[in-house]
Nanobody, 124 residues
């Protein structure tokens, strides 16, 4: 069982920045996708970003394009999410996930392992 541990969440004012990190308990080079999702109270878990294989290929949800950047460091089994120009609507619990195999990466159901999440709160 792969363990994922997120960190870096916190309280930030609108317009500010945060960087989230997620470390895996085993080498991530064999995983197709490393992704970030978020879930606000009363809402479904939402795709934020994914980095494919080495991280050269990246994908983002529409609501974060141009503001968030995902990066993947397989040598250190870590995935990062740099979040800039934060908005109150970015407030959520952020989860990282790992997916084996190929195919789609934007759906929660296709991921094999999940972390416990880290809370991000953006004040107006």
């Amino acid at each position: 069982q792969v363990q994922l541990v997120e960190s870096g969440g916190g309280l930030v004012q609108a317009g500010g920045s945060l960087t989230l990190s997620c470390v895996a308990s085993e080498r991530t080079s064999s995983f197709y996708a490393m992704g970030w999702f978020r879930q606000a109270p009363g809402k479904e878990r939402e795709f934020v970003a994914a980095a494919i294989w080495s991280g050269a290929t990246k994908a983002y949800g529409d609501s974060v394009k141009g503001r968030f950047t995902i990066s993947r460091d397989n040598a250190n089994s870590t995935v990062y999410l740099q979040m800039n120009s934060l908005k109150p609507e970015d407030t959520a619990r952020y989860y990282c996930a790992l997916k084996r195999g190929g195919g789609s990466y934007e759906y929660t159901s296709v991921y094999n392992y999940w972390g416990q999440g880290t809370q991000v709160t953006v004040s107006s």
